[in-house]
């Protein structure tokens, strides 16, 4: 597994003089079933969010405001993907290393994942990420 899984995934638009609808359906406009929703807010500039792998849990990752960059990393090559539209987001297979950083004030960062938690599915350590995704 690489970073070419990991894609922007264009969501459904509807246009309304009243106000944009977006809307996202599990297996169908991303490619798992959602079994959790959380997000990020009130982030303080300068900090860094994320920083791990899941070994089990896809994710989807959509700036509903404001703007940050999702940096991914499969541990000989990274890339930064900058989200700031609330009608596509970031896919994300398992076991690719990422950071979460440059939030803009009022920045709110929404995901879906494909399990409920665990803290089994996290690999918070980046030597013991290194060490799995090149075994």
Known sequence: MGLEQCRKIDLPKIFDPRGNLTFIEGDNH??????RVFYLYDVPGGETRAGHSNTQSQQFIIAMSGSFNVVVDDGSQKETFHLNRAYYGLYLPTMVWREIDNFSSGAVCLVLTSTPYSPDDYIREYDEFLSKVRA
């Open 30 to 35: 991303i490619p798992f079933d959602i079994k």
